[in-house]
Each structure stands twice: as C-alpha cells, then as structure tokens.
C-alpha cells in the first residue's frame, strides 16, 4: 500500500484516463455485440481495420488481449493452457494467451474475446501471426484471411505495391461473402477521415513530448494507444484523443511534466512488460527517469489520405516499422533520440518476439555510434513474466544510469 | 573527501573486501566464500578489515557491490560492479580500455571511457557456460582440482575440440573425449579454448580496444589467459589481485563519489 502511494507521488495520473477507461469497456461491449449478431473478425494490430469497419464488420483484437492477459499478470497461467496443449514455451506470448483463452474460457480475464466469425492476419508484423490465427481457425472454426505484405528494404518496388493492392481486393471479395456486407467509396472515405484524425491527434500528442519535461512517460502512452490501435476509423475515439491532447497542451504549457522530477531521458525500444508495466516505468520515474518516446507507440501514425484512398492503404500497411529492414529501424531510433533529445535508451529483448527483438545488438551499436548516447538492452517478456529476471535486469539499468551521474 | 574508504563486492561466489586511504593505497583487503548469508560475510569482511588495518571502521564510508550489493545494510550507496570494476581499474591502470572480468558465475565486458567511467558493456549472467562455473564442472568431469586445471591445460600439444558453447553439452562432449581415450591436457585445453571463443565473442561486440585487462578469479587461471590472449590477438594486463578490482572500485567511489 505504501509502495503505491509513493508512485503517485513522482508520477502524475492523465484526468483523460478515465474517458479512456470508458470506451475501452464501450469496444468490448460492441465487440461482443458483434460477435452475438455474427458479425465480428479478429485482426493483427498491423491490418488495414479501416475496411472490414467500413464494411459494417465488428472487430477485437487478440494482441490487445494479450496485454490484458499480462497486466492482470495471469500470463503464466495462460500461457500454460497454450503449453498444456503442444505448443511451444518458444512461441508469441500473445499468441500462446490467446489459444490459452480460447481453451479455457472459463478461466481467463473476461472469458476470452468475444468469438470470432473471421480472422484477418496482416504478417506485416510477423509471420507467426498466420500460424497462430490457422490455430484459432481450428479451434473456433472461424475461416482466415491472410493480408500477405512481403518485408521491404528500402523503397517499395512497383510490383510489390500491385500485389499487395490485389490482397486488399481478395479482402474486400472476402468481408464479402463471410459478412455478406459491401464497400462504398463514400463508407471508407468516411472512415478514412476518421482514422487519420484520430491519427493526426494521437502523433500531435506524440510530438508533444519532444518538450522538456515531457508531458507523458512511456505507460502513458502505452496505455492511450489503446484506441488507435483497435478502434482507428470510429468516431467514438476521436473526443478521447482530443481530451487527451488537450491535456498534454496544458501540461506543456504550465510546464508539468508526467513525472515529478525528470533528470534522465531515454528511448524505450519494443513492446513493454505488461505484468510489471507500472512498478518498471514508476520505479524509474522515481529515479527522475523519463521516456519522452519509444520505437512502438509511434508505429500507429500514418493516415490514410489521397485521391486514391487504397493506394494510401497499400502504403502505409506496407510500411510499418516491423516489415522494413534493420536500416529503418536504426534510423528511427536515432531520429527519435535526435528529436525528443534524448540522453540514452533501453531496448526490451523480447523472448516471444524475434520479429522485434532480432537485431537489437547491432542495432544499439549502430546507434551508439551515430548518436553518441549510451543504451542497454534488457531481456524478458510482455506477457510471461517467467522470463523476466528483475535482478539482472536491475543490474543492466543502475549500469547505465551510472553513466549519466 | 574522506581520508578512508571502503568497497564490499558481494559476489555471487566470493565476497571481498577493500579499505584504502586517500592516496588510493590499500591498508587492508580481505576474501572469503560468499555462503548462504550476505550478510554474515560483510560481518566477517568488516572484522578482518579491522583487526588487520588496527583501525576503527566506525564513520568509515562504504560502497557495496556486485550482485548482493543492495543488501548491505552499511553502505551509503551500492554501485554495479560495472562502475566499479571501471573505477577500479581505472585507479590502478589509467590506459586500459577493455576490461573483461571473469567471476564465478557471470562475466562482463566493459569499455572504459578516459576518465575511468564505464562507456559500454555487456553481461552473461544467464549463462555458466563462459564463466568460472564451466571450468569447475569441466575440472570435476576430469577429476582434478581446480587450480590443477589450468596447469594440465598448458601441457597440451594438440587441444581437443569442445564445440558445444552450453556448459552441460560440453560436459557430455568431455565425457566423449574420455571415453575416446583423449590426453586429458588436451581436453583440459579445448576446455579453456572453448571457454575463451564464449568470451571473446561477448567482447566483440563491445568492441576490442587495446589494452585489455583481465580480471576476476579467473584471471589467475594461465591457461585461461594464454587462450584469450590468442582468441583477442592482443597481450593481456593482469592486475596484482585480480579478484578485488570490484572492491577496489567501490571504495574509490567512498572516497571521491560517484561523480569524483
Ligand atoms: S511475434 Fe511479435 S509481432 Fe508477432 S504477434 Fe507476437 S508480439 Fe506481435
């Protein structure tokens, strides 16, 4: 009890958390909605969800679960079901939650998601994402769709855009005949318009925290991401994330910073450890560290915009940060640390997720070597938290704040 | 600055002791297994310290280190052997700019910046493979003393290949070799090579910068050294005792500060 008071203390709550909290339960309540009256279809966070909303199709998302899962810090159990079963301790976190939850309802948050009637993989992301929703399809007999989006280096080539846009015309054909539900160009302008202005909120709020002390720290932002990633397109979350811009507008301008007393700035790289998300980043606050940006929050900003609407769809889906190559990534990095002037970063290596974590070494080499900021990477998982030894890394950390005293 | 100071590094394996005065010479140092209790050996540590140096510890200022390091209860500050082990070599060698420390149970590569602070590192500690802990399983396996280890591996001629970099594969690969009827110095050898490939590599990616320093127990092992040696390329500097450069280091910092 002690120990949460003290948090608050160095860590300053957003008023607009409980607009949050309200229509996360709202989307769960349409979630399960959608899946009473048939009509609902799990995606990957990296689908284009712009078309199956603009066609009437409800939509959850079992990622999104699987923070749950870990913030309830149930992922061991979970997970467990998932191992219990065949599938490997090696395998996604998210993933292993998932078919956990989908095995033992009864014995999950929330029971599970809501049943799908579909599952809409984009391997944009990952390809683990194909073999973990063909796994559901078993369980639940949903039927699935693959959005194939081969990885990028560099510019995309022409043809890679022809084929990608092809997907998107098989999806359209797919929500179709599963949903019995038509795309009108007027719809998915609509919608369109929608998720880039949410979009457009969501970055400005981002971009905010290049001010010294930035107004939110990394669960902040974690936590707010909620929205755009699962409801982009929908009216219902652009007031929360004008409230929340609002919010961090005034922060900025009375110089209030999300913690207390900010000292050190860094970079966090890869999702974070949703069992421990609060004690990590509010332990940290209270050693006046503050991480003004990270590699994943920033991954949901690009808006669909333009004469031709898809055109903009085949982009921006092509072109997230984990489809292209490590060039991308270290570039980012070190934009970021440019940016939002940053004094070091932290990368999380993730156990569940190669796609993220694979060449993080050379990554922090390169970009030590081009920024000159020292950084450290630590180890363990988003959701399971057996591999998440706080001793070591404990130890990684104190390291290299020692650097910056 | 205060005229003493002292570093306690509790080790996972052992635990050590250092008391220095102002010019940074060492009055007093002291070394023991770290056992069950942290606790009871910063007792010892401190009871050693003060009969052999004939001086009143109280009001003395303490830096703890290492992996028990947060629980020493008299310490002003604890510090990660990372800094410390940094400081410490820095005060007894102001050139050298990669240090590898081998303990018992883990080893770390750091780069040390020109004034003595750690500017990049990296850490096994999930691993015994590439630690102290390979070479007294790998001694047990052929069935002489640890110290004899390094000794036996210096006679071979021809070293036997351990290529399995995980310390229970490698064990069943020892037990091949004897099996096969293999000059135990020349598995005694491969041991180290092996044990050296693990370390050298963890120190590329830091980045190899001459002078190298080793230290921890290990570091008193000949074979280990003329392996590393060769897997580097570059010649070694070997501290006086090279299992108390982490203390060292710590009282450094009880006399000057962290950012002294
Ligand atoms: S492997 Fe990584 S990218 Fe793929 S679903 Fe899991 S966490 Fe996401």
Redesign the pocket.
Known sequence: MTETKKEEKVYRQLESNTLLQQIMFQYMLEGHQASEEKHLAWV??GFPVEIPVAMGVGVSYP?QYGAVVGSQKVGPELCGYAEEIGYSQEL?S??RSSIGSVEKPSESPMEGLPTPQALLACNN??G??LR?YDAVSEQTGAPVFLLDTPPIDGEQPEHHKEYVRRGIDRLVDFLGRTFNATLTEKRMREVAALSSKAIHLWTSSLAACKNTPSPLNCADRFLAMAPVVSMRGTDLIIDFYQTLLDEVESRVKNSIGAIRDEKIRLLWDN?PPWHAIFRFFNGLAKRGVVFPADTYTHAWSGAIEGDDLYESVVSIYSNVY?NKGLDAKVDKMCELIEDYNLDGFLMFSVR?????SLGQLISKELVTERTGVPGVIIEGDMVDSRVFNEAQIQTRIDALLEMFI | MGKYGIGIDIGSTTAKGVLLDNTLKIISDFIMPTGASGSRAVEKIMDEIASSSKLKLKGIPIISTGYGRTRVENAEQSVTEITCHSVGIHSLNPDIRLLIDVGGQDSKVIRIGQDGRPVDFELNDKCSAGTGRFLEVMAGVLGVSIDELGPLALKSLSPATISSTCTVFAESEVVGHIGAGKDPADIAAGVHASMAAKIASLSKRVGTVRPVCITGGVALNPAFRYYISKQLGTELWIPEKPQFTGALGAAVIAIRGLSG
Do not use: D, F, G, H
């Open positions: 990957t966070s990622e996604c998210y993933a992301i990952c683990t994402v973990w999702i984990l569940s997720c190669k796609r993220y």
